[in-house]
């Protein structure tokens, strides 16, 4: 019988024909030389075999259950973070563990049946130090303090050591155990950057420095990225190094404090894109291109941007209600729910009034009044004071601008999945917020603002300028004017919920959180409804599963994502339009862009678009930029989420475009002169 590697528990078993010849009971050794190395011969006695396999059992099974916990012990060396050495009562290596090879410098095959003195020896330790710790050991006693010891590098290295006996059976010290630990800081940090160190959220044999993260962790008070850190932190403990490591870099990204937006602007500015980066950072940063500051009070007082001009409040006449529509602005409103509808002509036809019409028209669809329970001449009312207070003078930034993202807005509400996860109240907010989402945009951005020391920079503190009074401001206007105050009607509890809901979404549309916003959808929407997709191709019947879904995606925290997405995707979907709307708006922004620009020069402030001068700009080149940075990833997500396969085949059409006009070097003083007649 034998046990085999295999399996402790395998054991075989010959049995073979008793010969007269075995009576001279032969050696043993051709059996055990064959493999065997139990025999047993056929006994009739049943005391004899009881025996047998008592003996079995109290040796050969015990040794194997022995060995095998051995084996786990020393697994479980391998796992701690101390370094541990054994060696014989002559100090011969036996045994080393990964956090000894990872102090030392040396693989244990290197170090193995050494002398573990002359491994490590050096002249810092005092002359009499092994004398005092072979006395302790002498003793049958540990040994405790600090000791000095060389690395394989040559390095010398102090740390805490505790080295104890072994006594064995005899009653001698049959092994010395010896567990060291550092704290020298530097080594810690050069260990943490080769590539087995990192264990533990620490290193290897460095349990103090493990210990002080904890306690910092748990006397902050617990944030949930505190609790996500811990989490990390605490898998870290048992899993294989590749996951340590991983788990080492995302914990190094969450400890930043911007979680989604500098990366992008590095990395851009290492690519030397200067439209790109001009772009980024006009859009995204809040005045990038810092330069001494024109003296702020000589240009709030100055007053030549356009921020600072006088809220209207007179509410123009006509039309009343949308009965009162006249006969060609309907013509032109029915076509109103496709996406390709042309607000440009709605723009001509109103006489840059398509705020109005088209709010009237789309509040009224989706039951605008009832929800506020107002009649149609104060939603007019509201609607003509709002679009008064934009201003026709913009050429991007006026009230077609937003009649267009209201008609995105209301397009994208349309779809089968918001119509199951938006009830009435994100409906109705959704449509205000993007009615006012731009109100007085001065035509120009909040670096801008920011650089000249324009009171609405004073006021809101450099933080979302332009978003901050937008929505502000068209709270004020609502209140100003009975007559034109939708919110009249609503309970406290509404108006507030309201309010709420319509600040977050205009905030929203602030670009500098654009990457935040677009990160949290994907990964809390678009898993959402990934995991929906998963199940319902497994269980081949969706309709189960997708309430299931749906309950996940309708909580507040995911509505309040959904929003905020729509209401960005909406006020960016020009690229996504047809292609001849999508040419005009690209020709408008630039050109209020390039307004500014030289506005910026004769002001001599900071330029925070050099990239848009009217005399080199590229338009195709900035709309080519803008699309890789901001568009393709967000309208991805946003028709994964809510599927609006037109937008994308758009949008690609649009991009050929824009790249064919790149090739053909059509430069931006051609594309824009057509565009000339909407200033004024
Ligand atoms: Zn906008």
């Not at 039309?319 to 440009?344: G, M, R, V, Y």
């Not at 475009?657 to 002169?673: F, T």
Request: charged share 25%; aromatic share 8%; glycine share 4%.
């Amino acid at each position: 019988m034998r046990a085999t590697k295999a399996s402790q528990h395998t054991v075989i078993v010959a049995v073979t024909k008793r010969l007269s010849t075995d009576k001279d009971e032969p050696s043993i050794l051709p059996l055990i030389k064959a493999g065997f190395n139990k025999r047993v011969v056929e006994n009739h006695n049943l005391n004899a075999c009881i025996n047998e396999l008592l003996c079995l059992e109290y040796g050969e099974v015990r040794t194997q259950l022995q060995l095998s916990a051995a084996n786990a012990l020393f697994c479980a060396l391998d796992n701690v973070s101390d370094a541990v050495e054994i060696a014989s009562d002559d100090r011969e290596i036996q045994y080393v563990n990964h956090a000894w090879e990872r102090l030392m410098g040396y693989g244990s095959e290197e170090v193995m049946e050494k002398d573990s003195m002359e491994v490590t020896k050096n002249d810092h330790n005092k002359p009499d130090l092994q004398d005092s710790i072979n006395t302790q050991l002498k003793k049958g006693k540990y040994w405790e303090g600090t000791y000095y010891t060389r690395r394989k590098n040559g390095e010398i290295l102090p740390s805490h050591c505790h080295v104890s006996p072994v006594i064995g059976p005899t009653g001698q010290i049959s092994h010395i155990i010896s567990v060291k630990t550092t704290s020298d800081a530097s080594l810690i940090e050069r260990l943490k950057d080769t590539d087995y160190s990192i264990v533990n959220g620490g290193v290897y044999g460095f349990p103090r420095r493990r210990e002080s993260v904890t306690k910092i962790h748990s006397m902050t008070i617990e944030a949930p990225i505190t609790k996500v850190i811990n989490i990390i932190n605490a898998a870290q403990e048992n899993s294989p190094i590749t996951v340590v490591q991983a788990l080492d870099h995302v914990l190094e990204i969450l400890r930043t404090s911007e979680l989604y937006s500098p990366y992008l602007s590095q990395q851009l500015r290492a690519d030397e894109d200067p439209m790109t980066t001009d772009l980024v950072g006009g859009i995204m940063s809040q005045s990038m291109r810092r330069q001494l500051m024109v003296s702020a009070s000589q240009d709030v007082n100055s007053n030549s941007s356009k921020g600072s001009h006088q809220p209207h409040t007179y509410i123009p006449t006509n039309p009343a209600t949308l009965s009162q529509i006249p006969d060609h602005i309907k013509a032109i409103l029915n076509s109103e729910p496709s996406w390709d509808f042309d607000i440009i002509r709605l723009e001509k036809a109103t006489n840059n009034r398509p705020l109005v019409y088209l709010g009237l028209k789309t509040l009224m669809r989706f039951g605008v009044c009832d929800f506020f329970n107002i009649n149609e001449t104060c939603l007019t009312n509201w609607l003509t004071v709002i679009e008064s207070n934009y201003h026709s003078s913009n050429t991007y930034h006026n009230s077609t601008h937003a009649a267009d993202v209201l008609h995105a807005t209301a397009f994208f509400l349309e779809q089968e999945r918001n119509k199951a996860v938006l009830d009435q109240s994100d409906v109705v907010c959704s449509l205000i917020s993007a009615i006012i989402h731009d109100v007085d945009h001065p035509g120009r951005t909040n670096a801008f603002l920011i650089n000249e020391g324009n009171k609405l920079a004073i006021l809101y503190n450099d933080q979302a300028v332009l978003e901050s009074h937008h929505s502000a401001l068209a709270f004020q206007l609502s209140w100003e004017n009975d007559s034109a105050n939708i919110f009249r009607g609503l309970d406290n509890e509404g108006y507030r919920a309201t309010r709420q809901n319509i600040i977050d979404m205009v905030l929203a549309t602030e670009m500098r959180h654009h990457f935040e916003h677009l990160n949290k959808f994907v990964n809390s929407v678009n898993k959402a409804t990934l995991k929906y997709e998963d199940t319902s191709s497994m269980s081949g019947n969706g309709s189960p599963d997708s309430s299931v879904v749906l309950n996940q995606l309708t909580t507040p925290e995911n509505r309040l994502l959904i929003k905020r997405m729509l209401i960005k995707c909406a006020d960016v979907a020009n690229p996504c339009r047809p292609l001849d709307l999508c040419v005009e708006w690209g020709k408008r922004i630039a050109e209020e862009y390039f307004n500014q620009t030289e506005e910026e020069k004769k002001r001599g402030l900071p330029v925070v678009m050099p990239i848009f001068d009217r005399k080199t700009c590229s338009i195709p080149k900035s709309q080519i930029s803008f699309i890789d940075v901001f568009i393709n990833d967000m309208f991805d997500a946003w028709d994964y989420y809510c599927d609006v396969p037109d937008l994308i085949t758009h949008l690609q059409n649009n991009y050929k475009y824009w790249q064919q006009a790149d090739d053909n070097s059509q430069d931006c003083e051609e594309a824009s002169s057509p565009t000339d007649g909407d200033k004024t």
